[in-house]
């Protein structure tokens, strides 16, 4: 269960462990998968409950693969995301 | 899209805005660069540009012979792929004949720099009211790694073995620079994608000729973007970027090199 | 009945063109052409049309392939030397399959070779000229109002089978003055809507519309070139056009195109006034080829002469028509000399009392 005030979520199957976010990132909160995915690169993922959300990542990302949320601003909760 | 099932799990993602994704206009075909390209970013960054602007019904981008060859495949838009260095002539066909619409041109070093110098600067020396891309990683990524005009001195590429000697193989050409001189440019600036910070100047560079060229303005906006090819130069993707800030920026320098004039109101 | 004007070859085709409804002109000056460039420059103007000098014939083709992709009428019109730098850029266009006209008006080669008049380009108009296996649709005039009247036809063919059409002329025949009757002609009674797959913007309600010529699977490729052959195919049995001249009691051939076929028929008058009993057919298309038209004359005839501007290139064309069923000779003059009607009608005495066996090539 996360508390921090960001989150990602990698589409690992086109992640081509370029490994660019792991460098870009900030918080130091990424790291490259010891597995590999369907096509046999080993893929980035978020390894520490430390993401502020700073899109960081997600624009370094040669593949365009990398989706962030940010915790609302408000504590009223809206509908929920709908691309989930 | 599958989500990771390994690491951090977010269990109130229904409270958090989606900050980030992949631009509509990007289309979800898996991108054929190869890990760690610039293209892939820059392809990327273009379609953001264009969707945040709105203009993805009236843009037509003219795809270049290289590395780039199929970034039709991701664009979801109009496009055409011109021949090797023509890219810029045939924009000039397109934006001449439908002025009002958004008219960019994709080119690497060989493709701008070297078979397409001249349809290149006679396009800036007309003042076409075209955005052109210009991606400079010094080498001929597609053909396997070859020397290019920018490719800087002691290189080594598959036709430079010994590394580019400017004895045999001259200089490299910074035609940038050349065309900031010329008056049929409009913008002309330098820039990278090797980080986050890079990526968001490159964006704002190309919001801005956009812009421009949706204003109506007059002359070419230039954005050359000084990339990395982890294949081509041996290199992880990391190294490749750490080249980039530690040797090339050195001799390709970042930044605007020709501002943006204001547009007069009755000029627009 | 519309007035007649004299006009020069060259600038009764630019004048046509506008007529035609010419969206985009994009060229380069190269004498014997350059009237045409000039013309265009003064006259291709008004909202919505373009005029643009080139910096070469090389962007000049790049850009008509450009503005063609948005479906507009556009052309560019060149000679020998130039047309030579456009064939990369027409190999594209034909395998883009984009309508558009070109022009090559032909000067004495090789190399920089001469200003003066010539057929030598034949092989690179008809058998494709740049690489891959494709072909243009090939007008051949010989006159200032087929300068004019093939311009008409020409978009129109364009835009029926999306494929670029050459008018193959010469020097000659665009520096002389005749007089042209420009017809009734209304483009918007022409008009052919290409937003199907041009490049104009990409509206809401389709995908977008991509003009490529690259296709990396073998598999893909062919069939890309099963369909260019197929539109060939069709171009042939439906766009063919030639001209007779006395050939229903001749026993001897004249072929000849443009302004060979001129001059060849003065030739076939004095050897008329001499009864030797000579036809002429002017194939007025070059491709597709009057194949069958000639195959059927040389049924009836003892022989034919091609005669033409160059060291014997259609003549192949002929060969292969006639099979073997009638002796083909030839004639020609080559780096810009123009033949003379009393050397073509020699000739013909030559062959006509010769035997069966062929004389010279």
Redesign the interface.
């Known amino acids: 269960m996360t508390k921090s005030s960001g989150h990602i979520i990698i589409n690992i199957q086109k992640c081509k462990g370029c490994e660019l976010c792991i460098i870009e990132c900030p918080q130091n909160g990424m790291a490259l998968s010891s597995n590999i995915n369907q096509n046999g690169y080993h893929y980035a993922y978020l390894a520490e409950d430390i993401c502020t959300g700073c899109t960081n990542c997600a624009l370094i990302c040669p593949e365009a693969i990398i989706k962030v949320y940010r915790k609302k601003k408000s504590k009223i909760l809206k509908q929920p995301v709908s691309t989930l | 899209m599958s989500i990771s099932q390994e690491g951090i799990h977010c269990n109130y993602l229904n409270e958090m805005d989606l900050v980030w994704d992949r631009p509509d206009t990007f289309t979800d075909t898996t991108l054929h660069y190869c890990p760690g390209c610039g293209h892939s970013v820059i392809n990327r960054l273009i379609m953001e540009s264009v969707q945040e602007l709105n203009i993805e019904e009236k843009t037509i981008g003219v795809a270049p012979v290289g590395c780039s060859v199929f970034a039709y495949h991701y664009m979801f838009i109009d496009m055409q792929e011109a021949a090797h260095g023509r890219a810029s002539a045939v924009a000039t066909g397109i934006k001449r004949i439908l002025p009002d619409r958004i008219v960019f041109s994709y080119q690497g070093d060989g493709d701008l720099a070297a078979i397409g110098t001249a349809e290149t600067i006679h396009t800036v020396n007309r003042g076409e009211n075209i955005l052109m891309l210009f991606i400079n990683n010094g080498i001929y990524g597609m053909t396997g790694g070859q020397m290019s005009p920018t490719t800087l001195k002691g290189s080594i590429t598959s036709t430079s073995p010994d590394g580019r000697d400017y004895n045999q193989h001259g200089y490299p050409l910074d035609i940038t620079k050349i065309i900031a001189q010329m008056p049929g440019s409009a913008y002309v600036t330098r820039q990278s994608v090797d980080s986050a910070n890079a990526v968001r100047k490159t964006k704002k560079a190309m919001m801005k000729s956009l812009k421009y060229q949706m204003d109506g303005g007059r002359g070419v906006c230039f954005i050359e973007i000084v990339s990395n090819c982890p294949s081509g130069w041996k290199m992880t993707p990391t190294e490749s970027n750490e080249w980039l800030r530690n040797e090339i920026f050195n001799h390709y320098e970042l930044g605007d090199i020709k501002q943006l004039p204001k547009l007069k109101t009755n000029e627009i | 009945m519309n007035k007649k004007i004299l006009m020069k070859g060259n600038e009764a085709l630019a004048e046509a063109a506008i007529r035609a409804g010419l969206?985009?002109y994009?060229g380069y000056p190269i004498t014997p052409q350059s009237e045409i460039l000039e013309y265009l420059s003064r006259h291709l103007v008004g909202s919505n049309r373009?005029f643009?000098q080139?910096?070469?014939e090389?962007?000049?083709i790049?850009?008509?392939?450009?503005?063609?992709?948005?479906g507009?009428r556009?052309m560019t019109s060149t000679s020998s030397p130039g047309f030579s730098l456009m064939q990369?850029?027409i190999s594209?266009i034909a395998c883009a399959e984009l309508p558009c006209l070109l022009v090559n008006v032909v000067r004495g080669g090789p190399g920089l070779g001469t200003i003066q008049p010539s057929q030598g380009d034949y092989f690179q108009a008809v058998k494709g000229g740049g690489h891959g296996d494709y072909k243009l649709l090939v007008y051949a005039p010989n006159s200032v109002q087929e300068m004019a009247d093939f311009v008409y036809k020409g978009f129109d063919a364009a835009d029926k089978y999306r494929t670029p059409v050459l008018i193959l002329t010469d020097g000659a025949l665009g520096q002389m003055m005749e007089p042209v009757v420009f017809p009734d002609y209304n483009p918007d009674n022409h008009y052919t809507n290409h937003s199907a797959w041009a490049?104009?913007?990409?509206?809401?309600n389709r995908d977008?519309?991509?003009?490529?010529?690259?296709n990396l699977e073998a598999d893909a490729m062919e069939k890309t070139n099963i369909h260019l052959q197929a539109k060939y195919k069709s171009i042939m049995e439906n766009e063919v056009m030639f001209e007779t001249i006395e050939t229903e009691d001749a026993d001897f051939l004249l072929i000849a195109f443009g302004l060979t076929s001129r001059i060849a028929h003065k030739a076939l008058e004095m050897a008329r006034e001499n009864n030797i009993k000579v036809g002429l057919l002017r194939p007025q298309t070059l491709f597709p080829f009057p194949t069958q038209a000639i195959a059927e004359l040389a049924e009836n005839v003892q022989a034919i002469l091609t005669i033409e501007m160059n060291a014997g290139q259609m003549v192949e064309d002929v060969r292969l028509a006639v099979n073997g069923r009638t002796p083909v000779y030839f004639y020609g003059r080559m780096g810009g000399v123009i033949p003379q009607p009393n050397e073509i009608y020699q000739k013909i005495k030559d062959v006509y009392h010769s035997s069966s066996k062929q004389i010279s090539e």
């Open positions: 969206k985009g994009f373009v643009l080139a910096e070469s090389v962007a000049a790049n850009m008509v392939y450009g503005a063609a992709g948005c507009e556009v990369e850029g594209y490049t104009r913007g990409k509206s809401k977008p519309n991509v003009i490529t010529t690259l």
